[in-house]
């Protein structure tokens, strides 16, 4: 072999070592940089996906937050944190001048805790064949102790009060309406006081004889209990 031929594969063999050496040095640790940075694209695309479907969940609360408030107001109007009785007999007012009714007389009685009746499981049934000459009368006024009805119950009728509702944070408020008016006008005010924005529990109504000089007009009286939710919180 001739010294020419030598050089021209010494030469070649110096070209090889500089194209391994070059893609050793140089083109290797690229590729395993292009290969890190499209793991790590990977890995933030995935995350923003996760970023993405809770930033969708939070935008779907916040959008029912409004509603959320709508409903926590109406609960407030009907169970407010004091007593508002000036507000209350705002509606009361209201009411009678819709069922064209006239309020003679309100009054509140000195608030109490709340207390829930539990009933007992062994109430006896009345005997369905004894006289009805024992039955209460209907216009008579409630013998029960105001607020101490549970206002939920189950569907077999026992008492299902919430255990957020205690006695250190609902309270209830004995009220007496006075109305006088027709007596189907008294009859739509008394539908409209149990239906009205404040809650308000009938536990009596009686209703008097038309004096003869007025004989459609008739004084109701109605017996009831307003409640209060304290801001315990």
Do not use: C, H
């Amino acid at each position: 072999m001739t010294t020419t031929k030598w050089w021209l594969v010494g030469a070649m063999l110096v070209i090889a070592l500089v194209v391994l050496a070059g893609f050793t040095l140089g083109i290797s640790p690229k590729l395993e940089e292009v290969g890190v940075t499209r793991a790590t694209r990977t890995a933030a695309l995935a995350q923003n996906e996760v970023y993405e479907q809770q930033l969708a969940a939070l935008q779907r609360e916040f959008d029912g937050l409004e509603t959320v408030q709508d409903e926590l107001a109406v609960l407030r109007a009907a169970i407010p944190e004091g007593a508002a009785l000036p507000a209350l007999i705002g509606q009361l007012d209201a009411i009678a001048g819709r069922t064209s009714v006239t309020v003679t007389e309100f009054t509140s009685a000195d608030a109490m805790p709340y207390v829930p009746v539990v009933p007992a499981a062994d109430t006896i049934a009345p005997d369905s064949t004894a006289p009805d000459s024992t039955a209460p009368d209907s216009t008579a006024p409630d013998s029960t102790v105001p607020g101490t009805t549970a206002p939920d119950t189950d569907a077999a009728g026992s008492a299902a009060p919430s255990p957020l509702v205690t006695a250190e944070n609902f309270i209830a408020v004995p009220v007496t309406i006075s109305v006088t008016g027709s007596f189907d006008a008294v009859l739509e005010f008394l539908d409209g006081v149990q239906n009205g924005q404040r809650l308000l529990t009938v536990t009596s109504f009686s209703s008097g004889t038309p004096a003869a000089d007025t004989p459609n007009r008739v004084t109701g009286q109605i017996a009831g209990i307003v409640y209060v939710l304290l801001n315990v919180g």
